[in-house]
């Protein structure tokens, strides 16, 4: 038996200290995101404002549910949770709108903030151009493109964006670096 790895970077958290944070997520792409919210809070003396936007196109499609309500009553993390329009019941308490329209809504300062973003393409799509308008830069911004990884072991060579390997050159990105390769969203 062998063993291989571990491979890629991660979120570069001691170099967020003393910054607010906004992460913003989309249906299942909030697990990525889920251990470095916990970082955070468990050092939560360490940051500024912590914002937290998250959606899914239900309330069933919603993951951490749990987390969510505690993240929901705690007085130090600002969680703006939000469903497609129709995907609410009529108990819903949150916002209805999709996740780029409703971090717009929102409005983080840009200032001093780094934003951490995961979602489906077409989200990330959306919210990078809304990041931009509130006065985020690109290396203000980062995101993860899990999605793309299959082996992750750096052999099967299909997750690489030009020479880029994701698996093991990745898959924590600025956006910066993300707009310098040759993707399509
Ligand atoms: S996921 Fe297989 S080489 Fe990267």
Redesign the pocket.
Known sequence: MGVRGP?GNSFPIEEFFGRNLVFVAGGIALPPLRTLIWNCLDWRDKFGDITIVYGARTEADLVYKRELKEWQERGDVRLVKTVDPGGNGPGWDGKVGFVPTILEEAAPSAENTIALVCGPPIMIKFTLPVLEKLGFTDEQVYTTLEN?????????????VGNV????DGPVFTAKQVKAMPMEF
Do not use: A, E, F, T
Request: charged share 30%; glycine share 16%.
């Open positions: 491979y793309r990884m299959k082996c992750g072991l750096g052999k099967c060579g299909r997750c690489n390997y994701v698996c093991k």
